[in-house]
């Protein structure tokens, strides 16, 4: 039996990078996977649409996979039962962060169900190596760790092959450190306040999922979308802010 080799891809910087790569450096490549959670910057669409003209005059199947269950429903509709009694206890999971990853959970599972015994490529940076065992299975492999490439190496590598997730006029990679979810509820107050600045779209989509739900965003500090913005106003009102040079920036 044939050996199936894929490479799962988000179409973030690093799992980019490896799947160009991978193609350049002829390794052998079957199909490329893209867990789609409906849910990301639409840069990351256009750079799908980007590579897959790429994926297909190289022979390589593209196939895309979705949550079980829309994620807005999983987020703010599904019922959620307590372990213990069975019994309904909220509507929604909610904010994916911090302790309460499902939407990780469930893209893993997926994922996982879809590979099975395949060998698969995972686009972690040789300097992410805290990652490295957390996520080992006997079945993956780690081309950007194997050939040292950083996650700095990665970015400037996607720019040098016209790859910038540019949304108004702004390449993403200039204001966020990580381009996933726009609701995700791990970005820190930088991205935030980024977001604010530059991207009032997701920003007003922000405080809609916020008006939804009633735990705050900053769960810890018990912040919501609406006191963060409270505090962004003041902070641009005190400063004189403009638009990041959208040049090609680096994460050093």
Known sequence: MDVKYISSISFGKDSLCQTLMLIEKQYPLDEVVFYNTGMEFQALYDTRDKMLPILQAN????????????FLYSMLERPVRKRETGLIHQYGYSWCGGTCRW???????????????????????ADEQ??????????????????????AEALAYCYEKGFDWRENGIALYSILDRVSCWSCG?????????????????????????????????????????????RFQKRAASETSSPPNASFISLN
């Open 59 to 70: 022979g390589i199947k593209y196939t895309e996979l979705y949550p079980e269950t829309p």
């Open 103 to 125: 939407g990780t959970s469930e893209k893993l599972r997926v994922l996982r169900k879809y590979i099975k015994d395949s060998m698969y490529y995972v686009g972690l940076a």
């Open 130 to 151: 805290f990652r490295f065992e957390k996520e080992w299975r006997p079945n993956r492999i780690l081309p950007l760790a194997d050939w040292g490439i950083t996650e």
């Open 186 to 230: 791990n970005k820190n107050l930088k991205e935030l306040y980024n977001i604010y600045l530059y991207l009032p779209d997701y920003w007003e989509k922000l405080k809609d999922l916020q008006s939804k739900t009633n735990r705050p965003y900053r769960r810890k500090c018990g912040e919501t979308i609406f006191d963060l913005e409270k």
